[in-house]
């Protein structure tokens, strides 16, 4: 199990990213939670296997039809045993 702190840059906020972003979650079997931050961007943390991982971070970088992804910056982090995936406010 891995733990990975992910943000994500660009038009993200009020186009269902949130949203998607826990349907793929879902899909893949990733734990964490999503949620906006003050700035503009969205921030994830993601807890699955590698292949789990990787496939949410390269959904990160393309997001719902609406987002219009800029940067994406990620790095390991400590796991945290999440037990789903949920979207925070």
């Not at 009020?14 to 964490?32: F, I, M, P, T």
């Not at 993601?46 to 971070?57: R, T, V």
Request: hydrophobic share 30%; with cysteine.
């Amino acid at each position: 199990m891995k733990h990975t702190r992910v943000t994500v840059c660009g038009k993200v906020q009020g186009v269902n990213y949130r949203n998607s972003a826990k349907q793929e979650a879902d899909r893949l079997g990733v734990k964490g939670f999503i949620k906006n931050e003050s700035d503009g961007n969205v921030y994830l943390e993601l807890e699955g296997e590698d292949e789990q991982l990787n496939k949410m971070i390269r959904w990160c970088r393309i997001g719902p039809a609406k987002s219009r992804v800029s940067e994406i910056y990620f790095n390991e982090g400590e796991a945290k045993n999440f037990s789903s995936f949920d979207i925070q406010s």
